[in-house]
């Protein structure tokens, strides 16, 4: 059960408006949201914050964007996160393939040399502690300019984010996130501490 209990989406009418951009990127407000919204000032600037991250400028798609929000989630231990980020890589198009074999990226041919130095970065840069090196950073200057670098450090820095917010507040996944969980993760993941049941 959640250390606190998320308000309705018609609590706070501007909250309720810039939280309609969840419903493109995941179909659904998130309960994270919607318990920030006990201050409504954190959930607007929540919102403002990751619709800036999530804007796309160029190579940093949205589908990779959340690719490297699931790795930095997994990395962390976030379940809640994992499924939100898997579920909205595979909204932008992620393909079966590459939803499946994201933990064999160093070896697998559907993930581009700079893709893969993202996703060691993201792996690197939420670690604790953080442990990225002169290798990583070479290897992202070589694919990514600065402005790419930026983007994908934002988007790593967002998660760290919720993944702190949803694991401490036992944030309760909603319908749609579990179905993307057990479908897309299968036993990779579990709900654990984001069940809707109280902990046995």
């Not at 919102?47 to 804007?55: G, Q, R, S, Y």
């Not at 976030?78 to 898997?86: G, L, M, P, S, V």
């Not at 996703?119 to 090196?133: G, I, Q, R, W, Y």
């Amino acid at each position: 059960m959640p250390l606190v209990k998320p308000l309705s989406q018609e609590h706070d009418q501007e909250v309720a408006e810039l939280a309609k951009f969840f419903n493109e990127t995941l179909g659904f407000c998130p309960n994270s949201v919607l318990t920030m919204q006990i201050r409504p000032a954190i959930a607007r600037a929540f919102i403002n914050l990751n619709k800036a991250v999530m804007e796309n400028h160029g190579r940093v798609t949205s589908e990779l964007k959340r690719l490297i929000g699931y790795i930095t989630s997994a990395n962390t231990g976030c379940r809640y996160c994992e499924a939100h980020t898997i579920l909205a890589a595979q909204r932008y198009g992620g393909s079966d393939e590459r939803l499946a074999t994201i933990w064999q990226f160093r070896e697998s041919d559907v993930f581009t040399a700079a893709e893969k130095a993202a996703f060691e970065f993201a792996l690197a840069a939420s670690s604790v502690p953080n442990a990225v090196d002169a290798s990583i950073e070479s290897a992202m200057q070589a694919h990514w300019d600065d402005g790419e670098i930026v983007e994908i450090l934002g988007v790593i820095a967002l998660f760290g984010y919720l993944n702190r917010w949803n694991d401490s507040m036992a944030t309760t996944l909603e319908p749609g996130a579990i179905d993307a969980g057990e479908t897309l993760l299968n036993e990779r993941w579990e709900t654990g501490k984001h069940s809707s049941q109280p902990a046995k």
